[in-house]
């Protein structure tokens, strides 16, 4: 496995994007270098200076954006070791899977040349429906690799199948590390 010395962490509009959060702290805690893009409705739950307090550069929020030296970070931020979508929502695996480019998370997808990693989260119900399925396929056709999602409790009060996989099981799958008990 190749080190990784980077990551783009895609974000998407799920409860699970405190997990997101976590996860970038845990990497930069072990020295790895993250930026953060963000779909709007990852706006909804979380805010994007969280993620640049975390990682210390600034979020990229649009399609269009242009940072203060003048360089586009969805085309440069894909250059990263490793691109990282957590939470995959069904929307935005459906987008994902369409080749939208609607939203930076999804831009940045299209033209990413590094490994590419999903975490899916959401309902059970979601989960389980065939267009939902037919598009994590699609994907893992495309060359993204599927983490989860697990059985476990979901924001709708009962456990099933559709939570987000933890942090510290996806910072092991990016860094070959034994995830903590």
């Known amino acids: 496995m190749t080190a ?20 970038a702290s845990q990497l930069v805690q072990r020295g790895v270098e993250v930026r953060a893009a963000l779909t709007p409705g ?3 739950f979380i805010g994007a200076r969280t993620f640049e307090g975390l990682t210390g550069k600034p979020a ?8 203060v030296d003048g360089s586009v970070p969805h085309i440069v ?21 369409a080749g939208a480019c609607s939203d930076a998370v999804c831009l940045a997808a299209v033209v990413c040349e590094s490994r590419r ?3 899916p989260a959401m309902n059970d119900a979601m989960w389980r429906d065939t267009a939902v399925q037919r ?3 699609t994907l893992r056709d495309r ?6 999602p697990v059985e476990g409790h979901l924001a709708e009060g009962y456990d099933g ?21």
Do not use: H, W, Y
Not at 5 to 16: E, H, Q, T
Not at 60 to 67: A, G, K, R, Y
Not at 168 to 176: M, S
């Open 161 to 181: 199948a559709g939570r987000m996989v933890e942090p510290e099981q996806i910072l092991a799958a990016l860094l070959g590390d034994e995830p903590a008990d």
């Open 143 to 148: 060359g993204f690799e599927v983490l989860g």
């Open 42 to 44: 990852a706006l909804q």
């Open 77 to 97: 931020a894909p250059k990263a070791d490793c691109f990282v979508i957590a939470p995959a929502t069904a929307g935005l695996l459906a987008r994902l899977a």
């Open 117 to 119: 990693v999903i975490c």
């Open 135 to 137: 598009n994590v396929a």
């Open 4 to 23: 990784v010395r980077s990551v783009l962490l895609g974000v998407g509009g799920g409860i699970a994007a405190f997990k997101a959060a976590a996860l």
């Open 60 to 67: 990229i929020l649009t399609s269009t954006q242009v940072d």
